[in-house]
């Protein structure tokens, strides 16, 4: 690698260290700043300075493509410099830039993508309707960072958006000389540095954080640049291998996702070591809790995901492992490894929280129905699924080096973000990540339908009736989107729907090859699309000749999901730009939010009002579904919280100790 200047070299591993969390007065009053970030006038300025840059259309229009290319080229100058030139060359060059946008990929922004572009760049989060174009809005934006020569990332949720979108975009940055790259799960090393060498990059929040953390790793103490620069004058070979060329800016597509849903899980660096006495282990316990009964035996906490066992089960297990040497001697041991075995069994369920693929474990990600191979269960929890579905043990992992995103993403100078479902998390966004929510109106009208959701007794029913109502739509030729919560369910509905001659397409985390050509013709006449999730996301559903005139796309759910934002996410792609569209929700008293949520006081009451169905029955059972969506959001808030505590705690306890810490 050539040698960098000391500037270069610094913002190579600089990041803006994590601000504390703010708690009592000082966390009401910077409660009460967020408000104020959010505030109706913040839109209105916006929508003023956006009228500016609609204003000045045709004076760009009338330029030739050589000309605008050179006033581009002059404002990418003014921007690399910075301070008040580039303040004051805002709305022009945005203008241009749509100019631009139109010659190069045959794409005008909206009114509505201007504001969000604005939005973005002044660092909120702009909340913009599924189909609004999130796409080109962040490449607006993308431009302007790209022409300051710091790294720009543009985050999103799939490998395969990630090129998509850097190639379909490609023209417009050539034109406006910013270059474009896009890191990948698949790619090496020399591919990943050059993909983090352009002024825009492309990648994943898992792949972001994963290079960052590995870059880290190979530095070891020379992560600090003065360092660095110390070991250059002694006349030290430059440190290679390095990917990354530093963290300022991030544009973070489905930033609901990113942020919030994925932020419990802090990503792990890990090293595989062999341990052949915890995999025999892990066998022996299978056969300890085998003819151990629930109810009996232990008692399951299904909120917490946790086991009890009674003193029955504690006699059956010391009986069951008294002839066993080494850890089986150990109380404390033998009761950790017996209740993983039986935690594996009550609450981790194939075609749910996991899929077998080519012998392995893979986990599936439970926001968005996609497979993650690279990851798997830390403390021997992976090690007890496998023994419980009979596949070879595979060796544990240690850990090197962890990450929350959480953490991660405030290390960035400059945040920005979309999001079709944002303004529910807004005082969470503002509170952890300094990010203002702003409500981007559609560019059209919505006019979705929004039918009631009926509600069953048994679950049974449920599947029954859903079957049903896909038949009588298919009837009419509308397409039809169906959202499912598992792999299980998905597949449960795809066997009803064969007994009834009806064709359709499945998306899961075993058929995720497809997703994007699937989704694509989602829209089109009879169609029938069952789908995991937000599987698709980011990827238009186009309506085919005349649908529209037959009332568009009809979106199904069939369950509530904890989030009440990932249901909106799913109704959301009906209706899109103004086309006509509809959702409904199918939801029963034995689905797992109720059951999982609900207090068991409140749950007969549900239970007596829906199988008896008197008067005001429908009100109760909404009120019982939003009960139960806000206890499990408030469950996933404190999760993320404590996540919080724990990067703080291990912060201060690594300085303390005298380490380098993110």
């Known amino acids: ?149 710091r790294p720009c990332h543009i985050v999103t949720v799939n490998d395969y958006l990630v090129e998509r979108d850097a190639k379909r975009l490609q023209p417009l940055y050539g034109f406006c000389g910013v270059s474009v790259g896009c890191v990948t799960g698949a790619m090496d090393p020399a591919a990943r540095q050059q993909g983090y060498a352009a002024d825009v990059t492309y990648t994943t929040s898992k792949e972001l954080l994963a290079d960052f953390l590995r870059d880290r790793l190979r530095l070891g103490p020379m992560h600090q640049p003065t360092r660095r620069l110390i070991r250059r004058l002694l006349g030290a070979r430059e440190m290679d291998g390095l990917v990354m060329r530093g963290l300022h800016m991030a544009i973070i597509d489905e930033a609901d996702s990113v942020l919030i849903d994925e932020a419990v899980t802090p990503l792990i660096i890990s090293t595989t070591r062999e341990n052949a006495l915890l995999k025999e282990a892990g066998l022996t316990a299978q056969t300890i809790i085998a003819g151990l009964v629930e109810g009996e035996h232990y008692r399951r906490n299904v909120r917490f995901k946790e086991i009890e066992l009674t003193e029955a089960g504690l006699g059956e297990i010391e009986r069951g492992a008294a002839e066993l040497p080494g850890v089986w001697r150990g109380d404390a041991r033998r009761l950790e490894l017996a209740i993983q075995a039986l935690v594996a069994r009550e609450f981790f369920h194939r075609d749910r929280q996991y899929i077998i693929e080519k012998g392995k474990v893979v986990i599936v990600d439970e926001f968005t129905g996609r497979p993650m191979p690279q990851r798997t269960w830390r403390e021997g929890m992976h090690q007890a699924i496998e023994a419980k579905e009979g596949l070879a043990i595979s060796d544990p992992s240690e850990t090197i080096a962890r990450l929350s995103f959480q953490r991660f993403f405030r290390c960035f100078h400059k945040l920005a973000g979309m999001s079709g479902t944002a303004r529910e998390a807004a005082g969470e966004f503002w509170q952890i990540y300094r990010l203002p929510v702003v409500t981007i109106p559609t560019n059209r009208p919505c006019i979705r339908e929004q039918w009631a959701d009926r509600v069953f007794s048994t679950e049974s029913g449920k599947w029954e009736a859903v079957a049903d109502e896909i038949a009588r739509l298919h009837a009419t030729s509308r397409p039809l989107l169906i959202g499912t919560r598992s792999v299980a369910a998905s597949e449960r509905l795809g066997g009803m729907l064969r007994e009834r001659n009806l064709n359709f397409a499945l998306l899961n985390a075993v058929r995720i090859a497809e997703e994007s050509a699937v989704i694509a013709t989602a829209g089109d006449p009879g169609r029938i699309t069952i789908a995991t999730n937000m599987a698709g996301r980011g990827t238009d559903i186009l309506l085919g000749r005349g649908i529209a005139a037959q009332g568009g796309l009809h979106v199904i759910a069939t369950e509530r999901h904890e989030s009440g934002r990932v249901d909106r996410q799913l109704f959301g792609r009906a209706a899109r730009q103004g086309d006509p569209g509809s959702a409904q929700a199918f939801v029963s008293i034995e689905d797992e939010l109720i059951q999982r949520y609900l207090r068991p006081a409140v749950q007969r009451i549900l239970v007596e009002a829906v199988t008896r169905r008197f008067s005001g029955w429908e009100r109760i059972a909404r009120a019982a579904f939003y009960e139960a969506q806000r206890r499990a959001q408030q469950l996933a808030y404190k999760q993320r919280q404590t996540v919080m505590r724990a990067d703080l705690w291990l912060g201060e306890a690594l300085s303390f100790a005298g380490e380098e810490v993110v």
């Open 1 to 149: 690698m050539s040698a960098l200047v000391p500037t270069h070299d610094y913002r190579r591993t600089g990041f803006h260290p994590p601000a504390k969390l703010l708690r009592g007065l000082d966390g009401l009053v910077n409660g009460a700043i967020g408000r104020y970030r959010r505030r109706a006038g913040v839109f209105e300025q916006l929508k003023l300075d956006a009228t500016e840059v609609d204003r000045q259309a045709m004076e760009w229009k009338e330029l030739s493509s050589g000309k605008l290319k050179q006033r581009l080229h002059e404002f990418r100058e003014k921007f690399r410099r910075g301070g008040r030139e580039a303040d004051a060359s805002l709305l022009p060059a945005l203008a241009a830039i749509r100019e631009a946008s139109e010659r190069e990929l045959g794409m005008r922004p909206f009114f509505v993508q201007i504001i969000g572009a604005l939005a973005m760049h002044r660092g909120c989060l702009a909340e913009m309707a599924t189909g609004e174009g999130k796409t080109l809005t962040a490449g607006l934006t993308a431009v302007l960072a790209g022409w300051t020569k």
